[in-house]
């Protein structure tokens, strides 16, 4: 079956560049959520998307952005970024905003910062 | 707010052994409680949720969940440990937002 694809799987970047990473999500998922997850900790919430509109914000630094394309795919955009962006980053889908479906997690984007 | 705890850093469990990783949760209004698995350098992997219905939920890989409202509790068990179920595991709630709020995993060790 067709899972969350995450582009690129690994990237590394330089202080202060930018960097876009891409989520792919399960056929007719039409909602797509972004985490990060920092060395040795839980995953945690940056931002979704339903339907193509933002629909929750957490812990999202004013320096990324994201958006969901017509085709549901998304992207988060990262800029200046700092060492402690340095971390694993996933995305997830799920079929409607419905809080009792499992969200299905991409292999995740690990994002070096040097 | 709602949040769940993972009281164990680590558990160590002997291969063929029964084995429960602990999860506690605080949630305000129903419950939908989910535990993932996290392999190294991996994803994070869906193995089971308790929306309402049975307190014990059957997953993936021989895993399952027993829900206790009274204990507010939704520990992961297993009768019979793999070397290969070792792992990093992840109690999550679903707020109402729809986002998943995670706890902060129990690194799960079977030894051979």
């Known amino acids: 079956a067709a899972g969350v694809i995450q582009s690129p799987r690994h990237l590394i970047k330089e202080k202060r560049e930018t960097a876009t990473l891409k989520c792919y999500p399960i056929?007719?998922?039409?909602?797509v959520y972004w985490y990060q997850q920092g060395p040795g900790q839980d995953p945690q919430f940056l931002i979704s998307f339903y339907e193509k509109m933002q629909s929750d914000k957490g812990s999202i630094p004013d320096r990324f952005s994201a958006q969901q394309f017509s085709d549901y795919h998304s992207e988060l955009n990262m800029s200046s970024l700092e060492l402690g962006d340095s971390a694993l980053y996933f995305c997830a889908s799920s079929f409607g905003r419905i809080s009792y479906n499992e969200q299905f997690f991409g292999p995740g984007t690990r994002l070096t910062v040097l | 707010a709602q949040s769940v705890a993972q009281p164990e850093d680590q558990v160590n469990v002997a291969e063929g052994n029964p084995l429960t990783v602990k999860c506690t949760y605080s949630?305000?209004?129903?419950?939908?409680l989910f535990w993932y698995v996290q392999y190294p350098n991996r994803g994070l992997q869906f193995l089971l949720k308790?929306?309402?219905?049975?307190?014990l939920v059957k997953g993936s890989y021989g895993f399952e969940a027993e829900f206790n409202k009274s204990q507010t509790s939704f520990h992961l068990k297993k009768p019979s440990a793999l070397v290969s179920d070792s792992a990093l595991y992840f109690c999550?709630?679903?707020?109402?937002?729809?986002?998943?709020?995670f706890g902060k995993g129990t690194r799960l060790h079977i030894l051979p």
């Open positions: 999550a709630v679903r707020d109402r937002d729809d986002k998943i709020i």
């Open positions: 949630v305000s209004g129903n419950p939908y």
């Open positions: 308790y929306i309402t219905g049975d307190n």
């Open positions: 056929p007719r998922h039409d909602t």
